[in-house]
């Protein structure tokens, strides 16, 4: 019988699972897992690492994500309605003209 054997770099989770940085390559079945301390904690990620992590993740899943034209767009209405709100309170902030008393 041959011994199929392949290493893969992981994370030991506080749950006790473990999150594999790849899929095994070895065929379904029974497995023997040792697991050893691989070295040095990594570094604290930041969230630019986070960012990098959730795209790849979304890519991997064909997620395609949102373009810079979708992006920019979101952001000049989101613009224009602030300005709207903005002028509508100016509007409310000024004394009503009138032929008051």
Sequence with gaps: MQVIEETIDATLESNAELR???PPRLPPGPVRVTIRVAGPARPQRGLADVIREIATE???RSFPGRSLTDLNAEEDACLAE????ERELDAARRPAC???S
């Design 58 to 60: 979304q890519r991997s």
């Design 20 to 22: 594999l940085t790849h």
């Design 98 to 100: 009138g032929g008051g």
């Design 82 to 85: 602030d300005a709207e709100r």
